[in-house]
C-alpha cells in the first residue's frame, strides 16, 4: 500500500543551527501538507503545497521556516535558526486533490530535538 | 478563530462494550469530516470521514454527523483493548483565503478496560 515516508526519524540539534526534514509523499498525490505536534499537545496544520507553492500557511509558518519540492518525488520543510521551541513532531501528509475525498495520509514523523 | 472542540478525557469503556466519541465544530461551511487514530508516539491514522449529515458504519466504527449542530461523533462498537488509543476529530475549516486546511481536535484518549 502507497505510503508517506519521512526522513530522518529522530535529528538532535543545536539551538541556531538549520535543519532540513525530508518526506516523499504518495507518489498521484497533489497537495503536500506540514504539521507539528510538541509534545502532549494536539497536531497544528503547518502549510499546505499546490502546484509548487504555498496554498495556505499557519501564523506558525513565519519567515524561519520555508518548504520546497526541489524534484519530482521531495517535499522538504527547512527550519532555519532552530529555537528550543521547535523541539516537536513533524508530519509531513499528502492528499489526492480538491476534488476528491480530502483525505490526508501520514507519515511516521520525524522528531527534531533542539538542544 | 475557527475550531475544532473535543473532551480530551481519558474516557475508560469495558471491553466488549460501545465507546462514543464527539467533537464540535465552529465554521458552518465545512463540508469533510475526519477521525483519526493516533498511538502513543505515533503518526494519525484516518479510520473515517464523513460528508454527508447521517451514519456512516465501517465495520466497528459509525460516524454520525449533523452540520445544523455542528456535531461529529465517533461509535466503536465491541471495544478491544487495542481501540486504547487517541481519537482526533479533524474538520476541513475553509481560510479567509478560500483554503481548506485540516485542522484537528485537541483529541480524546481512550482506555479500553480488559
Known amino acids: 500500500e502507497p505510503e508517506v515516508t519521512q526522513t530522518p526519524s529522530h535529528q538532535v540539534t543545536q539551538m541556531g543551527q538549520e535543519v532540513i526534514l525530508r518526506c516523499v509523499p504518495i507518489s498521484n498525490h497533489l497537495y503536500f501538507y506540514w504539521y507539528r505536534q510538541i509534545l502532549g499537545q494536539k497536531v497544528e496544520f503547518l502549510v499546505s503545497f499546490y502546484n509548487n507553492e504555498i496554498s495556505e500557511k499557519s501564523e506558525i509558518f513565519d519567515d524561519q521556516f520555508s518548504v520546497e519540492r526541489p524534484d519530482g518525488s521531495n517535499f522538504t520543510l527547512k527550519i532555519r535558526s532552530t529555537k528550543l521551541e521547535d523541539s516537536a513532531m513533524y508530519f509531513c501528509?499528502?492528499?489526492?486533490?480538491?476534488?476528491?475525498?480530502?483525505?490526508?495520509?501520514f507519515g511516521e514523523g520525524s522528531r527534531l530535538t533542539v538542544l | 478563530q475557527k475550531e475544532v472542540e473535543q473532551n480530551s478525557g481519558p474516557l475508560s469503556v469495558p471491553e466488549g462494550a460501545i465507546a462514543s466519541l464527539n467533537c464540535t465544530y465552529s465554521?458552518?461551511?465545512?463540508?469533510?469530516f475526519f477521525w483519526y487514530r493516533q498511538y502513543s508516539g505515533k503518526s494519525p491514522e484516518l479510520i473515517m470521514s464523513?460528508?454527508?449529515?447521517g451514519d456512516k458504519e465501517d465495520g466497528r466504527f459509525t460516524a454520525q454527523l449533523n452540520k445544523a449542530s455542528q456535531y461529529v461523533s465517533l461509535l466503536i462498537r465491541d471495544s478491544q483493548p487495542s481501540d486504547s488509543a487517541t481519537y482526533l476529530c479533524a474538520v476541513n475549516i475553509i481560510s479567509n483565503f478560500g483554503n481548506e486546511k485540516l485542522t484537528f481536535g485537541t483529541g480524546t484518549r481512550l482506555t479500553i478496560i480488559p
Open positions: 465554521d458552518r461551511g465545512s463540508q469533510s
Open positions: 464523513i460528508y454527508s449529515n
Open positions: 501528509a499528502s492528499s489526492g486533490g480538491r476534488g476528491n475525498t480530502g483525505e490526508l495520509f
